[in-house]
């Protein structure tokens, strides 16, 4: 029977079992971005039931996932957004594991079916601020985000042009809590992975085209964006993380990593 990964969702949960990557010689450790957790914990399971190698995982977002590895403090990063060119000079390298939809999601009871790229920008900028002015009920439009070093909001950012621009009410630390709020706010509008979606929430088509794997897979869903492994030029892996990375870069895992609702880009 399959074992079930360990996800260490917060420091609080790793202070005794591991210290960076050095705590558990055995265990593989994982840190970063909070959109991966439904892959990562998909291709851990079955990595472990595979080879009785634990795989952990610290949700803590890209940026703080990406410095881990930098500070080596894990084997693995965890990005849910492209090495920025900085980072890159650094000596960190990006291997794409796969590619996921940002859902632009509000509450079920909201009357809004469709928006497209420029609209979507425009109210997170703050030129549209009321529901009526784009098909909805008159209500003030609560703009939900995430917080800044997130890959999620760099994504859909760097994706809707809004850098630096966006009126968030609300800047969350998880892609759970932006789901949450909007999920419990008629007039809110947030995103988030798409893999994430609950069906408390309703994903918004985007110029016509719902979110799914295929519309992904195809191109014609604009709002995606990478999940990338992040390691270390000049830093080898252990043996154990070594055996996860090859695994789960290789054909043999992309049937995990579909089942999590993302597209394998090998």
């Known amino acids: 029977m399959k074992k079930r990964i360990r996800l260490f969702v917060t ?3 790793l202070t005794g079992m591991l210290v960076g990557c050095g705590g558990n010689k055995e265990a593989v450790a994982t840190d970063g971005s909070t959109s991966m957790n439904k892959v990562i914990g998909a291709l851990g399971e079955a990595f472990e039931a595979d080879t009785g190698i634990t795989v952990t995982y610290n949700a803590t977002g890209s940026g703080a996932g990406i410095q881990a590895v930098q500070e080596g403090r894990c084997d693995i990063g965890l990005s849910s957004r492209n090495l920025k060119d900085e980072e890159k000079e650094k000596g960190l390298i990006g291997t794409v594991l796969a590619y996921d939809g940002i859902a632009v999601i509000v509450n079920p009871d909201n009357t809004v079916d469709n928006l497209d ?6 109210i997170y900028t703050g030129e549209i ?41 609300q800047e969350l630390t998880s892609t759970g809590d932006v789901i949450t709020t909007v999920a419990s706010n008629p007039a809110a509008i947030g995103y988030a992975s798409l893999a994430s979606v609950k069906e408390t929430v309703k994903a918004l088509t985007v110029e016509g085209i719902a979110p799914s794997e295929a519309t992904i897979k195809d191109g014609s869903y604009v709002v995606q964006r990478p999940f990338v492994l992040v390691t270390k030029e000049d830093t080898q ?10 695994y789960i870069t290789s ?16």
Request: with cysteine; charged share 25%.
């Open 11 to 13: 420091g609080m949960l």
């Open 117 to 122: 790229i420029n609209t979507i920008a425009k």
């Open 129 to 169: 601020t009321n529901w009526s002015e784009v098909g909805g009920n008159d209500a003030e439009i609560v703009l939900i985000g995430r917080e800044a070093g997130s890959g999620t909001r760099d994504g859909f950012e760097s994706i809707t042009e809004t850098e630096d621009k966006c009126k968030y009410r």
């Open 237 to 246: 892996l252990s043996e154990n993380a070594q055996k996860f990375f090859d």
């Open 251 to 266: 054909g043999e895992a992309n049937e995990f990593i579909s089942s999590a609702g993302v597209v394998p880009a090998n």
